[in-house]
Nanobody
Framework: QVQLVESGGGLVQPGGSLRLSCAAS????????MDWYRQPPGKERELVAT???????KYADSVKGRFTISRDNAKNTVYLQMNSLKPEDTAVYYC???????????????WGQGTQVTVSS
């Protein structure tokens, strides 16, 4: 059984910063890509940032230069540092990880429960 637990969301003023964390626990053999998605109110879920096991990263155009994804492989944790936040960044943020629970090569996609980020004055 694998679990992803997110933390770090909250209310912040425009221009402020937040740091989200997502820790994977349980039966884990390997972790591949770890991603952050978000779902604004009334809209579809969208990919925000990706971190591969090889260390490369990718960002949505809307957050480039403001958000930074990083990971601590020893802690099975991925982070999302969000700076210069805007009201349009308001959303529920979800962590997604591609994990092999065993050495048989099968990879599964796991989701966190989501954490609310609200950017408002």
């Amino acid at each position: 059984q694998v679990q992803l637990v997110e933390s770090g969301g909250g209310l912040v003023q425009p221009g402020g910063s937040l740091r989200l964390s997502c820790a994977a626990s349980g039966t884990i053999f390997s972790i591949y890509a770890m991603d952050w998605y978000r779902q604004p109110p009334g809209k579809e879920r969208e990919l925000v940032a990706t971190s591969t096991s090889g260390g490369s990263t990718k960002y949505a155009d809307s957050v480039k230069g403001r958000f930074t994804i990083s990971r601590d492989n020893a802690k099975n944790t991925v982070y999302l540092q969000m700076n210069s936040l805007k009201p349009e960044d308001t959303a529920v943020y979800y962590c997604n990880a591609h994990i092999s629970p065993s050495s048989n090569g099968m990879v599964f996609s796991y989701w966190g429960q989501g954490t609310q980020v609200t950017v408002s004055s």
